[in-house]
């Protein structure tokens, strides 16, 4: 038994299931990944807390609230195909992979990528592939996704994103400004674009999403 399931419970009960998340799966997988291994050694004793941490590169892992939040967002049942564009530590990934048949994740940053990699081979998380690039473009070739899961703050949904989204998919993203933004859920309802269903989750304050369709670097 390692020495931080203790905070790594009290963490999902007072940081996530007391804000209201209530998704038991999300929950397990929460309690269950150990979120101590995706962070730096200096920063160990800080992983269970209620707060973004540094990675690198001026690049965070989300606040463990936010993680539960977008995850339980996209309703996983375990048989679907996601999508997530911001791989950051690969403790997202790891929750996501935990939940659905088929996670693929891509980051911008090479050396996080790779880092995130080892952390997820440690884990035998084998139903994760990766890419490094822009993922604002997706990954059109593994398209359709049920699930789209963006980790960085965009300044509008990415059109090409949402044609990647299988009819009934989701979509969960943090648009606005570069300081703040909101986080939406978009459900693609039929197969024309036009149908779909946007939801304002909450506030939120992410690092930017820097690429075609986000930000400029
Ligand atoms: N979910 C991550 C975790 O659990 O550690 C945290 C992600 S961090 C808040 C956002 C990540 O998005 C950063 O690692 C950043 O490099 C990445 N990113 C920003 N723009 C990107 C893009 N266009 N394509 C892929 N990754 C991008």
Known sequence: MDRFRKPRLKMVETQIRAR??????????????????FVDEALIEQAYNDNPLPIGKSQTISQPYIVALMTAALKLTGKEKVLEIGT??????????ELAEQ???????????????????????????????????????????????VTAGA???PKILLEQLAVGGRLVIPTGGRISQDLLRVTRLTADLNEIKTEVLCGCRFVDLIGEYGWDA
């Open 20 to 37: 209201g998340v209530t998704d038991e799966r999300v929950l397990a997988a929460m309690a269950r990944i150990p979120r101590h291994l």
């Open 88 to 97: 950051g530590s690969g403790y997202q990934t790891a929750i996501l992979a």
């Open 103 to 149: 996670v693929f994740s891509i980051e911008r940053i090479a050396q996080l990528a790779a880092e995130a990699r080892k952390r997820l081979d440690a884990l035998n998380c084998f139903n994760v592939a990766m890419r490094v690039g822009d993922g604002t473009y997706g990954w059109r070739e593994e398209s359709p996704f049920d699930g789209i899961m």
């Open 155 to 157: 300044p509008k949904v």
